[in-house]
């Protein structure tokens, strides 16, 4: 139970980051938020783990790239 609790919570934070930093760089509407949610949802957490550093390693690459 704990270890099913512990993969709920690393996969919201997960999305929640996501989310943040799909907000913060203008590649998300605020109105698509509870769609991205509901996909994430439907998703495995190895599914959400491999898009969220996907998209870590994108939005990071971007960042230095407008410095």
């Known amino acids: 139970m704990n270890d099913e609790r512990n993969i709920k919570l690393n996969k919201n934070f997960m999305v929640n980051a ?12 605020p109105g698509n938020i509870d769609n991205v949610k509901k996909m994430y949802k439907e ?3 190895d599914q959400v783990k491999e ?5 870590k390693d994108v939005y990071k690459k971007r960042s230095y790239e407008k410095i």
């Open 18 to 29: 996501i989310i943040t930093m799909s907000l913060s760089s203008k590649h998300m509407s």
């Open 51 to 55: 898009d969220f550093e996907r998209l």
């Open 43 to 45: 998703m495995t957490i």
